[in-house]
């Protein structure tokens, strides 16, 4: 059984800077797709960033470009979501999740992804 823990949400101003965190225990790390999707007050949840073979391998949506940044410690079983520039749409519910496998046109789809942490509140004032 595949189980994520998201930590490191919090309420930050616009401009800002936060890192969140997600523990990954349960299956072989390097073997898995790995994404944070953002879910906002009464929107779809809508993926962030992507991860996969192992780090080698990183997905960007377009609001994440050149913002946002994965990293991992595959040591501690951990993925990292680095968000800088933080805008007030950035604002929502992000969760980490676990899929077998991915690509570039298939790591926005939440369908694909078996296994989703408890989600850590983002909210950005303006």
């Known amino acids: 059984q595949v189980q994520l823990l998201e930590s490191g949400g919090g309420t930050v101003e616009s401009g800002g800077s936060l890192r969140l965190s997600c523990s990954f225990t349960?299956?072989?790390?390097?073997?898995?797709?790995m994404a944070w999707f953002r879910q906002s007050l009464g929107e779809e949840r809508v993926a962030v960033m992507g991860?996969?073979?192992?780090?080698?391998?990183?997905y960007h949506s377009d609001s994440a470009r050149g913002r946002f940044s994965l990293s991992q410690d595959n040591a501690k079983n951990m993925i990292y979501l680095q968000m800088n520039s933080l805008k007030p749409e950035d604002t929502g519910l992000y969760y980490c999740?676990?899929?077998?496998?991915?690509?570039?046109?298939?790591?926005?789809?939440?369908?694909?992804?078996?296994?989703w942490g408890q989600g850590t509140q983002v909210t950005v004032s303006s």
């Open positions: 999740a676990a899929g077998p496998s991915c690509n570039v046109g298939t790591f926005t789809q939440p369908e694909l992804y078996n296994s």
């Open positions: 349960g299956h072989e790390y390097s073997r898995w797709c």
């Open positions: 991860i996969t073979n192992g780090g080698r391998t990183q």
